[in-house]
């Protein structure tokens, strides 16, 4: 019903910068919240930035001040520019979407994730 793909991840060293793009395709009505997470080797699953549809934002107080998200509500697309990387920010990022489908206008949004993408920090 609903697809996300993410692209731009990728290997960097420390003190650089990446840029990863996450859009969403298929039967949408309309975008709620997006966001990013990320997992690391051995480590649960955490939330690294989400963003509202009206572009409130909220992030992991590890990344504060070194990622921005942001979101192009025309195109479907949330992004995360991660600025400042650290060998800790290694790590599986996936984009996480509230969708309203086409097929349920109005029931409850429902919630989908992409595939995720790697980032590795290391000189």
């Known amino acids: 019903q609903v697809q996300l793909v993410e692209s731009g991840g990728g290997l960097v060293q420390p003190g650089g910068s990446l840029r990863l793009s996450c859009a969403a395709s298929g039967s949408i009505f309309s975008m709620h919240g997006m966001g990013w997470y990320r997992q690391a080797p051995g480590k649960q699953r955490e939330l690294v930035a989400t963003i509202t549809s009206g572009g409130s934002s909220n992030y992991a107080d590890s990344v504060k001040g070194r990622f921005t998200i942001s979101r192009d509500n025309a195109k479907n697309t949330v992004y995360l520019q991660m600025n400042v990387l650290k060998p800790e920010d290694t790590a599986v990022y996936y984009c996480?979407?509230?969708?309203?489908?086409?097929?349920?206008?109005?029931?409850?949004?429902?919630?989908?994730w992409g595939q995720g993408t790697q980032v590795t920090v290391s000189s």
């Open positions: 996480n979407a509230e969708v309203q489908i086409l097929q349920d206008i109005w029931g409850q949004p429902r919630d989908y």
